[in-house]
């Protein structure tokens, strides 16, 4: 039961950052966003973004393969990322292919850049993804997981983890 509240945590703590993340980048994107409006950069009205937080989850489970590399030190963590980047960019392709082709909505479009494959991947985010990967591993996950073990132990936050998920879960209706 606490896996299941620990990663609930950290799959709230994704959407809710990736939500922040996307709006500031929106923001100061201008070839995206000429006028420089504050937008929702998702389908849901709340600030909340499901796939960031399926990434954040991914994240934290394959740092738990670190120690699994044949190559430890720098090598190894180099090689940690790199699998870390390749993860979150299939993410953004699986998820990108249910929108366009299931669902019939669009969310981004990478058909402007170089390398894309469908508008929905391409070289350049799929760096940034790596430098966020990174950012992760050398100065976020150890945080993260004290931060989640704390939610796990103290039920009353708990309680608020799942409050969320259910705004969220109502907000898909």
């Given at each position: 039961m606490s896996f299941f509240i620990k990663i609930s945590s950290i799959f709230a703590i994704g959407c809710s950052f990736g939500?922040?993340?996307?709006?500031?980048?929106?923001?100061?994107?201008?070839?995206?966003?000429?006028?420089?409006?504050?937008?929702?950069?998702?389908?849901?009205?709340?600030?909340?973004?499901?796939?960031?937080?399926?990434?954040?989850c991914a994240l934290y489970l394959l740092s738990g393969i670190e120690n699994l590399?044949?190559?430890?030190?720098?090598?190894?963590?180099?090689?940690?990322?790199?699998?870390?980047?390749?993860?979150?960019?299939?993410?953004?392709?699986?998820?990108?292919?249910?929108?366009?082709?299931?669902?019939?909505?669009?969310?981004?479009?990478?058909?402007?850049?170089w390398g894309n494959f469908r508008g929905l991947i391409c070289p350049r985010f799929a760096f940034f993804w790596g430098i966020i990967c990174a950012f992760y591993l050398l100065l976020v996950h150890r945080l993260l997981v004290s931060f989640a073990d704390w939610i796990?132990?103290?039920?009353?936050?708990s309680i608020f983890v799942g409050i969320y998920l259910g705004l969220m879960s109502a907000d898909t209706l």
């Open positions: 939500w922040v993340l996307e709006v500031v980048f929106r923001h100061f994107c201008r070839s995206a966003n000429p006028e420089g409006r504050w937008i929702n950069p998702g389908y849901l009205k709340g600030p909340w973004l499901p796939i960031y937080g399926f990434g954040l590399l044949p190559i430890g030190g720098a090598l190894g963590k180099l090689i940690l990322i790199v699998i870390m980047t390749f993860s979150v960019t299939l993410l953004e392709l699986v998820a990108g292919l249910i929108y366009v082709d299931w669902l019939n909505f669009d969310l981004w479009d990478y058909s402007g850049e796990t132990l103290n039920a009353s936050l």
